[in-house]
Structure formats: C-alpha cells, structure tokens
C-alpha cells in the first residue's frame, strides 16, 4: 500500500521560512502528480501547489510568489519552500500523490504549520 511520510512542520514567526518534504513509499509505480494541501480549524481542505511528474507547478493565489514546490521523480517525493510565512499559511499540511494505476489518490497523515509572533 503506498504510504506518505511528511517532515519539515514547525513553528515560525512572521515573515520566516519553513521546508516541507514528503516522499512516497510502497508501491513500484511512478507518480504522475503530488502536491500539498491544507486545512486550518474550521475550514476545509484547501490546495496549496501540486506539480506535475513533468515538473508543471500549480499555486492557490493566496501563496504564489512566496512558496515553491519541487519534485524528485526518482524518489517519488516532494518538496514544498514557504517563504514570508503569514499567521494566516497556520495549518495542518498533508501531502498529496496520484498515480495512473490507481484510481484513488493517497494522503500523508499531516503536519502542523504555525504561524505566530
């Protein structure tokens, strides 16, 4: 069964910078997308950036130009640089991986980004 593994929460003050990583694990097939999403108390579950295998990124407006996301296609994993981090980026991170051969769509278990001075 593929399993995510995610690393790099924590807690920042305003204006500073956190790294997200999550790689995929369990399965021989390549993925054809992972991305990041986020879920504030409250709220739903929302997209951050996904990329594609080919390395195609996609941002929610509210974090273009300060994240960055990046894949590692031979492991399977990816990356996630929060610049200029805002109270509101506070959140459960979860990482996100589609493959072909699958019809369903696999999550990480979540990590925590807080956001306070």
């Known amino acids: 069964q593929v399993m995510l593994v995610e690393s790099g929460g924590g807690s920042v003050q305003p204006g500073g910078s956190l790294r997200l990583s999550c790689e995929a694990s369990g399965t021989r097939f390549s993925v054809y997308a992972m991305g990041w999403y986020r879920q504030a108390p409250g709220n739903q579950r929302e997209l951050v950036a996904v990329?594609?295998?080919?390395?195609?990124?996609r941002y929610s407006d509210s974090v273009k130009g300060r994240f960055s996301i990046s894949i590692n296609n031979t492991k399977n994993a990816v990356d996630l640089q929060m610049n200029s981090l805002r109270p509101e980026d506070t959140a459960v991170y979860f990482c996100n991986a589609r493959y072909f051969e699958y019809s369903e769509e696999f999550w990480g278990q979540g990590t925590q980004v807080s956001v306070s001075a």
């Open positions: 990329i594609s295998a080919g390395g195609r990124p």
